[in-house]
């Protein structure tokens, strides 16, 4: 549970997760959507994998991510978007990230 | 994976079982009464359908072919969760709290409800999603 409560206090990671609402993205697609670098995107898909929030499919060269929330888990996101936690570290700008690219990528 | 899957419903059924078996001997033992006793079985029932529903929408399964297809069944998946959990905690609250007679009816309008919401949506997506023009 610390894992989901990690990754639900970004911005960006709920970002995403919103954008997965709608249905499965390729991480290219997901990328266009932010101000960030490959790296740092990567680190976050990490972040939500490691969390079993998302789920990645590679077929070629694409790798497809698909929404994987537990109910808990989406009253959650909705609780943290709706009270803005972590708002202030929205954008470009990831906080996290850069610390998590060191040791990893996806 | 499915034989932790197995190892949680065994387990659950087993709690279950040991509840069950608990309220007896207490209902026995003159130490609680035979509608206490059902009552906590019930909100038991409801607990696990809750804890049960709200693993629902991460059963995503493999990959479906279509992008269309992909979100309709994550739809799907994701408002029977919701209802079914919701309906869990509902039929828990009813046997907790209401008057046995309104908890008897209510408990299985509730949960019948959340069937007929999961199953209607399960069954209308899956119409959109056969009437689609393929590849959309």
Redesign the interface.
């Known amino acids: 549970m610390n894992k989901v409560f990690k990754a639900l206090a970004d911005p960006t990671r709920r970002k995403v997760l919103q954008l997965l609402r ?3 993205m390729t991480a290219g697609e997901l990328s266009e959507h932010f101000a960030v670098s490959k790296p740092t995107m990567s680190a976050h898909f990490s972040v939500l994998r490691e969390a ?1 929030l998302i ?1 990645a ?1 590679k ?1 070629g060269t694409t790798i ?1 991510y ?7 888990e ?1 009253a959650l996101l909705g609780f943290s978007q709706a009270f803005g936690i972590g708002v202030g570290n929205a954008g470009p700008t990831v906080d996290t990230a850069p610390e998590i690219t060191k040791g990893r990528t996806s | 994976m499915i034989t932790k899957r197995l190892a949680v419903a065994v387990a659950l059924a087993v709690i279950i079982l040991a509840v069950a078996a608990g309220l007896r001997y207490a209902e026995g033992a003159g130490t609680l009464g035979a509608e206490g006793a059902r009552r906590i079985m019930q909100v038991l029932v409801g607990l696990s359908l809750a804890a049960y ?6 059963q ?1 399964g493999r ?1 479906r072919r279509s ?1 269309e297809a ?2 309709r069944t ?1 739809a799907a998946l ?1 408002v029977g ?2 209802s079914m ?1 919701l309906a869990g905690l509902a039929y828990a609250g009813l046997w907790a709290l209401a008057p046995l007679s309104v908890a008897d009816v209510a408990s299985m309008i509730v949960v019948g409800a959340a069937l007929a919401v999961t199953f209607g949506y399960a069954i209308w997506s899956f119409t959109v999603c056969r009437s689609a023009p393929v590849g959309g």
């Not at chain 1, 698909?66 to 808990?72: A, Y």
């Open positions: 709608r249905r499965p079993d789920d499919g077929r497809t698909r929404l994987k929330l537990s109910v808990l989406d | 529903a709200n693993f629902m929408p991460k995503i990959a992008p992909e979100s994550q994701r969760g919701w959990t």
